[in-house]
């Protein structure tokens, strides 16, 4: 349950909330010449808001729906049917469970949208701006991008004349993004929400100039799983996708890996036999539907699976809580990432990558008593749990003492839980995020990658998380989207700061 729980952190629903569409005019319009169009071109209508001085256009497909026979395969470019599409309206979030990070416009399979921010007017004949491209958070479980209102970003840009064109892009989530185990490796079914990521990068580079943006100066940025997937696209070595990354919260160790074909087998059997796919007893051999399948015409459990309906796809999902995450494919990772790193196989593009001082305290339950929980909390999410030894050395360094555990600087408070919560915060801080932050470095600057740059961030947004919690994880999305303002009861120095982060990304 760990991982469902902490890809829920409050702070985002301010954003959400603060979406509902003010004074606005319809009308700019873009045209595009995808070369899955033969060349003709596709009239984009957006909405100009005249108070911020902006266009935006909201739901563009840059992907066919993956939905019927495309469902659990790698993303085709969108096909128009008409010359013209009205992009006026924010996209459903990709399939998932009700959360926090959705949104206020639903979940739906059809999914594989991107939003674009410009100065209002900018075009193909304008000077080209940079381009900030958003991979949202959410564990590969969660989040959408109706949420991610780049309005702020844009009148930092604009009021500092260094103005750019921001991009969100929409990937598949859970199972159907990131499934794992025998049959999905040997249905070529993995990393497809990273698939995703890699076309809408590709619309970029070949749609962005209409919009008056420069393709060669593209920034991926990202946060939590977005800032994983982000480094995971790094891994090749050239990569073309983009000039540059931020990284907030998220290295490529962040979420465990392994081989597709032997990693969370147990998780997909667990699927296959909450949703009718898979008889309760059978282990993975997958080759026939078992005994509680009523269909009989379909042949294996994956294509029971595929045949689902997205609503039997959401409560077979609501009963597994074992983690669905990226994995070793052979294709877009094709080892260890740790090993990779270690090798030098990774692009050497700039970037900038970051955390937050108490990443862990999100992740950990309150309701933790003792030390001995620490290995089953680890178990829940490692793929290859670590044995008693390391499990002893492990808690010799960090050792049950307030004073040292995350939040740190609290001294001896307890803020009224187990003294070993703040152990094991500290523990999952450093373990999930704050060491693979570290490795990724080490490794970029070991093998002569000059331009990299690393925050720990130290102020938490106002309000947001309790204080047991410290300065948890998503503390800087609020500043970089400029939600840190006088008005929302912050101080000159925050603002300042909000204003500086704005002006590094
Ligand atoms: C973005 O936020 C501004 C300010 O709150 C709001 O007026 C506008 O409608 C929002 N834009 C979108 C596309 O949600
Ligand atoms: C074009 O595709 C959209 C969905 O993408 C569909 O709703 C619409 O009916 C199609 N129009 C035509 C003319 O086929
Ligand atoms: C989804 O969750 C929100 C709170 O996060 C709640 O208000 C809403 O009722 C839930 N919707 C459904 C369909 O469960
Ligand atoms: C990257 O490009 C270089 C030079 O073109 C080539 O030698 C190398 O094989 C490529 N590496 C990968 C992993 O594609
Ligand atoms: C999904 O679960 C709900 C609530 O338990 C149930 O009413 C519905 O029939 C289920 N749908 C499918 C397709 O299994
Ligand atoms: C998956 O979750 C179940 C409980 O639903 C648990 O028994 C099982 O050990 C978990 N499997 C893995 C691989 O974590
Ligand atoms: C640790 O806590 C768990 C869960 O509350 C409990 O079952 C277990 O007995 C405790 N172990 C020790 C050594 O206190
Ligand atoms: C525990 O794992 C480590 C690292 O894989 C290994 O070196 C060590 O021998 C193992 N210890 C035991 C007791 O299995
Ligand atoms: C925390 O408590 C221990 C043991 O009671 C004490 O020795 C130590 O000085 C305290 N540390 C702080 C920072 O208060
Ligand atoms: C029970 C079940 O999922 N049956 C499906 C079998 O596959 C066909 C198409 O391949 C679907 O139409 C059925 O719904």
Redesign the pocket.
């Known amino acids: 349950m760990i991982f469902h729980s902490l890809i829920l952190p409050a702070y985002l629903l301010f954003c959400v909330q603060a979406s509902p569409l003010g004074k606005r005019v319809d009308g700019p319009q873009v045209t595009i010449y995808p070369s899955t169009s033969d060349g003709q071109g596709i009239t984009l209508t957006g909405i100009t808001f005249p108070q911020f001085g902006q266009d935006v256009f909201l739901s563009i497909p840059y992907a066919e729906p993956p939905v019927g026979d495309l469902r659990f395969r790698p993303p085709e470019a969108k096909v128009f049917n008409a010359s013209s599409y009205a992009a006026t309206s924010q996209p459903p979030a990709c399939l998932q469970l009700n959360n926090t990070l959705i949104g206020s416009f639903g979940v739906s399979e059809d999914c594989l949208y991107l939003n674009v921010f410009t100065p209002q007017g900018w075009g193909p004949n304008s000077p080209p701006l940079p381009v900030m491209v958003y991979v949202h958070g959410g564990a590969f479980q969660a989040g959408g991008i109706s949420g991610y209102n780049a309005t702020a970003i844009l009148k930092r840009g604009i009021a500092t004349n260094r103005p750019v064109i921001f991009v969100a892009i929409a990937y598949r989530l859970n199972i159907l993004g990131f499934g794992s185990g025998s049959d999905i490796a040997a249905n070529g079914a993995a990393n497809l929400g990273l698939k995703d990521l890699q076309l809408g990068f590709q619309w970029v580079q070949e749609n962005i100039w209409a919009f008056g943006g420069d393709p060669t100066q593209v920034t991926a940025f990202g946060q939590s799983a977005g800032a994983t997937a982000i480094t995971l696209l790094y891994l090749n070595q050239n990569t073309t996708l983009f000039r540059s990354a931020i990284m907030e919260s998220g290295a490529q160790g962040t979420t465990p890996i392994g081989p597709t074909s032997t990693t969370w087998e147990a998780t997909y059997d667990l699927f296959a036999q909450f949703s009718g796919c898979m008889a309760p007893a059978s282990t993975s051999t997958h080759a026939t539907i078992g005994s509680r399948d009523s269909a009989g015409s379909n042949t294996t459990t994956f294509d029971c699976i595929k045949a689902l309906s997205a609503e039997a796809i959401l409560n077979a999902t609501a009963l597994v809580v074992n983690v669905t995450a990226p994995s070793i494919d052979g294709e877009i990772i094709t080892d260890s990432p740790h090993t990779l790193l270690a090798e030098g196989k990774f692009s050497k593009l700039p970037f900038i990558t970051g955390n937050c001082v108490d990443e862990g305290t999100s992740f950990v339950p309150t309701s933790v008593t003792n030390e001995t929980q620490v290995s089953m909390y680890i178990d829940s999410f490692e793929p290859v749990p670590?044995?008693?030894?390391?499990l002893q050395d492990l808690l010799q360094v960090y050792p049950d003492d307030p004073s040292l555990g995350s939040p740190y600087g609290t001294g001896n408070e307890t803020f009224g839980l187990a003294p070993e919560f703040k152990q094991i915060a500290s523990i999952f801080g450093d373990a999930l995020f704050q060491a693979n932050r570290r490795w990724l470095l080490k490794q970029a600057r070991d093998h002569g990658q000059p331009k990299i740059w690393s925050y720990l961030w130290t102020e938490p947004p106002i309000g947001i998380s309790p204080p047991y919690q410290g300065v948890a994880h998503g503390c800087e999305v609020y500043y970089v989207y400029g939600f840190v303002r006088a008005e929302t009861g912050y101080n000159a120095e925050q603002v300042a700061l909000a204003q500086r982060v704005e002006d590094y990304w």
């Open positions: 670590p044995n008693t030894t390391i």
